[in-house]
């Protein structure tokens, strides 16, 4: 297991991170994963041996049930628990009020402290904005941010599903106030669905922020288990969760591209598209669901897959994001402002 800084601080996370969204199983998440806590602990533990110390969940997942399992989970491993880096996000609904939700100063008062206690620690390393708000001024926000830093309940803050511009504000409003500011973006981000390449990625890139990947395999559609004619296994998650949406033409492109490469490596499909994923240079952590041993032992193999450069960019051209203004304009502008070769 490889490990990386986590966006320009300090802290070590390693490159796949152990995503919670498949433990519990209450409610609306019963489609995604119903994982009980003998499975979690042993898929906590199994992540753990092979290097993986960087858990991310939501205060969301399964109404809550998933920072439980997860807090027991990680005292079960009997890891200290500086061992481990634990994210987890605030936004979604958590009640029926109006304001049990959303990145107010109140909701995220009230989020933090009942994250803590389902998880079980004093301390979270990285707290997410699950989403951008609409209503709440960034400057709300961002002080509430600044004042569970000082006070000792996070340690770092980050954000999750922001588009370019709000994040670069926030960057800028925390900068001018002196406010601890975001060091991580959650994103999707896969093979099929290259769509951050266009804004995020340069602006992540500029800022040093670290990149954490959801939904690496598109929501299951890159496990190579699935067929252009939609034929898939019954208990997938897409067969009652259809979601990331997906250019299917180009996902299954993608898919045809990967399977000589897997072939010829000896691993699935699966691995390989990880492994494209990690190969990036902005991407700090590829966060993989398991619902079972199995499932989280092949995807953990990808950190050990290494990828050609010819492989690499035959999988680069296959999935390569259409032109799109002014994206072409400024490639177009560029070419022409460049000076001429000097002669020697």
Not at 282 to 309: C, H, M, R, Y
């Amino acid at each position: 297991m490889r490990y990386r800084t986590l966006g320009h601080t300090g802290l070590l996370v390693s490159e796949i991170c152990l995503g919670t969204m498949t433990f519990g199983g209450r409610g609306y998440w019963t489609a995604i994963g119903a994982l009980d806590q003998s499975l979690a602990d042993r898929i906590v533990a199994r992540a753990l041996d092979a290097g993986v110390n960087f858990i991310d969940t939501a205060d969301v997942y399964s109404e809550g049930l998933a920072e439980e399992i997860t807090g027991k989970a990680m005292r079960n491993s009997g890891r200290t628990r500086t061992d481990l880096v634990l994210a987890t996000k605030v936004f979604g609904p958590t009640g029926a009020g109006p304001n049990d939700r959303g990145a107010s100063r109140g909701h995220i008062m009230d989020g933090v402290k009942a994250s803590l206690k389902r998880l079980g620690t004093d301390y979270i390393d990285l707290y997410q904005i699950h989403a951008l708000d609409q209503l709440t001024p960034l400057e709300e926000t961002l002080r509430a941010l600044e004042d569970l830093v000082r006070q000792g309940h996070v340690r770092y803050v980050g954000v999750s599903n922001w588009s370019a511009w709000a994040l670069m504000k926030a960057l800028g409003i925390a900068e001018r106030h002196g406010w601890v500011q975001p060091v991580t973006l959650q994103a999707y981000y896969s093979i099929a669905g290259r769509d951050i390449e266009r804004e995020i990625v340069p602006l992540l890139t500029a800022e040093r922020l670290g990149l954490m990947v959801w939904s690496p395999l598109a929501g299951g559609l890159l496990s190579g288990k699935f067929t252009r004619n939609g034929q898939g296994p019954q208990d997938a998650r897409r067969a009652s969760f259809d979601f990331p949406p997906v250019n299917r033409e180009r996902l299954f492109e993608c898919i045809e591209a990967m399977q000589p490469i897997a072939a010829a490596h000896g691993v699935s499909v699966a691995r390989v598209a990880l492994a494209y994923v990690l190969a990036k240079p902005f991407v700090t952590s590829v966060i993989i669901g398991a619902k079972t041993l199995e499932q989280l032992d092949d995807n953990l193999a990808a950190a050990a897959l290494t990828l050609t450069p010819e492989q690499l960019a035959t999988l680069d051209a296959v999935s390569a994001l259409p032109a799109e203004y002014p994206g072409w304009m400024i490639e177009f502008q560029h070419a022409r402002s460049r000076l001429p070769e000097a002669k020697r």
